[in-house]
């Protein structure tokens, strides 16, 4: 219980501080000098690697576009753990900007905005989910709703240590949709934070499709070969 209310209490902090502090001129992730208004320095920011080029997830018969604004390094890394289990919303916030960017850059028009979701149990424990995080920010911005009709059934084995294959079969059918008429024909982006197999996301996009969705395309923070 004290534990959520911490983090509820980052979450007003985050969203004061939002509004009285602006532009933060130390580094997020080395403490150094970082320009006006940049949230990372030269040198971190340098160390990105940005992925410019879409991808696809599935097969022949069944694929999705992906996209991700950078390929996996520590300092992505880093921000993602900040945000993922440390409640760092600032981090977050970057993290979301970045996204926000790539959309904006590449046009991409969509109806409605969807996220990887986490389970009751998950998400309980957390205080928050990061994908939804995310996905709040790009609403925001773009004036395009979330839906969240996207529910995880099953607790799936934790991912690491597991083969493509295995990862693939682990979370087939832990995903449902509620509310379906919400999604007919619409095109959706679909937010995680990280890619891998892309086993998750593609079983997300799935049942979205499943249940009457028109496209949907997949954005992640970061594309990870681990
Ligand atoms: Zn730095």
Redesign the pocket.
Known sequence: MGKRIIKYIKKIFYCLTGLIYSGDEL??????Y?EESEA??????GKLRSCEESFYIGHDDEKYLAMSVFYYSN?IKELIIRLKYKSDFICGEILAKYMLELVKNNELQFDLISYVPMTKKALKNRGYNQSEFLANYLSRFLNIKVIRNLIKAEDTKDQIGLSGEQRWNNTEKCFEIEKSQFIQNKNILLIDDVITTGATAFHCAHSLKEKGANNIYVLTIAKSNV
């Open positions: 580094c997020v992730i080395c403490n150094g970082s990372l320095c030269i040198i971190c920011s300092i």
